[in-house]
């Protein structure tokens, strides 16, 4: 699975959209890109996941550049609730070990 | 509500008592995972299982065993636990068929003494 690169800390305001970046240069083509969050020591929580469309859920956007290497998730309106660790996985859909290598991730702050 | 339930969520043992940590789902799903998570290393995977009866080791299953009896359930053994078990343990389920948008347990804070 392509390893991923996230920067380690961001902060945000509250109310403003956070764009949380990923490098990810060595994906191949079968492999998706998946985030996670973790909030304090519960138990990751699936955001979104995408191949090559931009993709849109109830709780963020993800962005892929057309060369696949790198994309953004975007949480457009960031509360208090969304500080948290976010974890940018790529894997092959078709993995045998169902394996999420997390990273360090991104700890995201949103200030009042 | 669907979701994974891990027991107990703390546990403090001593060296060598065997235990057992439960974790059962409820959305029907096929596959099952267990992580630790430390300080410094982030998450690891310790076993899976793709299907009843069928379980492979992770990236770090020395000292612990599974098992897949039933669907819903995938306990995590520790048959002589040592403080090096000391950690933040999570059950995962998921659809299956290569498809992990994974449900994560709540987790549990086991530390071993």
Same mark, same amino acid.
């Given at each position: 699975d392509a390893k991923t690169t996230q920067p380690t800390s961001?902060?945000?305001?509250?109310?403003?959209?956070?764009?949380l970046p990923c490098n990810h240069s060595t994906i191949s083509g079968n492999e998706y890109v998946y985030w996670y969050r973790q909030i304090?020591? &519960?138990?990751?929580q699936y955001i979104i996941h995408g191949l090559k469309n931009n993709e849109t859920n109830e709780m963020a956007s993800l962005i892929i550049t057309e060369?696949?290497?790198?994309? +953004?998730? #975007?949480?457009?309106?960031?509360? !208090?609730?969304?500080?948290?660790?976010?974890?940018? #996985?790529?894997r092959s859909y078709?993995?045998? +070990?169902?394996? !999420? #290598?997390?990273? &360090?991730? +991104? +700890? !995201? &702050?949103?200030?009042? | 509500e669907a979701q994974v339930t891990q027991n107990p969520r703390y546990l403090i043992t001593v060296t060598g008592k065997k235990l057992?940590?439960?974790?059962?789902q409820n959305m029907n799903h096929e596959y099952m995972s267990w992580y630790r998570? %430390?300080?410094?290393?982030?998450?690891?995977?310790?076993?899976?299982s793709m299907n009843v009866e069928?379980? %492979?080791?992770? %990236?770090?299953?020395?000292?612990?065993?599974?098992?897949r009896k039933e669907k819903r359930n995938f306990p995590l053994i520790l048959e002589s636990?040592?403080?090096?078990?000391?950690?933040?343990?999570?059950?995962?389920?998921?659809?299956?068929?290569?498809?992990t948008e994974a449900f994560f347990g709540q987790g549990t804070r086991l530390t071993v003494v």
């Open positions: 961001m902060d945000c305001a509250e109310g403003r959209a956070a764009n304090h020591s &519960q138990g990751p060369d696949r290497k790198s994309s +953004t998730l #975007i949480l457009p309106h960031a509360t !208090l609730r969304d500080t948290a660790v976010y974890y940018c #996985i790529v078709s993995s045998n +070990t169902g394996k !999420l #290598i997390f990273g &360090q991730g +991104t +700890t !995201l &702050q949103v200030k009042p | 057992t940590v439960t974790c059962s998570q %430390d300080p410094g290393l982030g998450l690891r995977q310790i076993y899976y069928v379980t %492979d080791k992770g %990236d770090v299953p020395e000292g612990y065993k599974v098992s636990p040592s403080p090096n078990q000391t950690s933040l343990y999570f059950c995962a389920s998921g659809p299956g068929g290569g498809r």
